[in-house]
């Protein structure tokens, strides 16, 4: 196993299949980004801002947990 051509040949197919990997795993994200910027495409710009509206809500029921005060 100390030859150095058997060590150049596990070195190169290692380093292909990392490749091979990195390259579904990027395609794959990619696909997931496309796929959340449709959904949001779909809700409408209304969506988004009552999604902004609720979490503007959220954050100031968490401020008044967070500084002692009940809802």
Do not use: F
């Amino acid at each position: 196993m100390s030859d150095p051509a058997s060590v150049l040949i596990i070195g190169s197919t290692s380093l292909v299949g990392i490749a091979a990997a990195a390259t579904a795993m990027l395609r794959g994200w990619q696909a997931w980004l496309d796929l959340k910027r449709i959904e949001i495409d779909r809700r409408g710009p209304g969506a988004r801002r009552s999604d902004l509206a609720h979490l503007r809500e959220r954050v100031r029921r968490l401020e008044i947990i967070a500084s002692g005060g009940e809802l």
